[in-house]
């Protein structure tokens, strides 16, 4: 009956800074990056073969969330950290094991408009 999740809402203040972030230092490809109502854009960005895609939203408030926005699944976080650390992503966690499932492993940062993102291996 369903199939997936057709977009995951990031919510972000600027969204060339954002764009800029999630394309360059990320490399997510832009999927749409349309005109949407006054001032604002609907841009979608896709991750990999991913159906899922990022859609930015405005964010309501100034508050960054101390709960992560985004959970973001690689093959390796130490091999993901390294590699994303070299392209400028600062890392507000280092990699280290998760206690809520042995053999797993995650990292966390913040992006350009202040979202948490949980890298993670599970």
């Known amino acids: 009956m369903l199939r997936h999740v057709k977009f995951a ?3 972000v203040r600027d969204q060339d800074r954002a764009l800029a972030f ?5 490399g997510l490809t832009v999927a749409a990056d349309e005109a949407y109502g006054e001032g604002f854009r609907w841009i979608e960005l896709s991750l990999g073969e991913a ?4 859609v930015f939203t405005r964010r309501p ?14 093959d390796d976080v130490d091999d993901s950290f390294a590699e994303l650390g070299a392209k400028g992503v600062v890392f507000t ?4 094991d998760a206690p809520w499932r042995p053999g797993e492993r995650y990292a966390l940062f913040r992006d350009s408009e202040g979202n948490l993102v949980m ?4």
Request: aromatic letters at 2%; one cysteine or more; a negative charge.
């Open 51 to 54: 159906e899922t895609r990022i």
């Open 119 to 122: 890298l993670g291996n599970g």
């Open 9 to 11: 809402n990031l919510p």
């Open 22 to 26: 999630w394309r360059d230092r990320l």
């Open 61 to 74: 408030d100034d508050l960054p969330s101390d709960e992560p926005d985004l959970i973001l699944i690689c």
């Open 93 to 96: 966690q280092d990699p280290q």
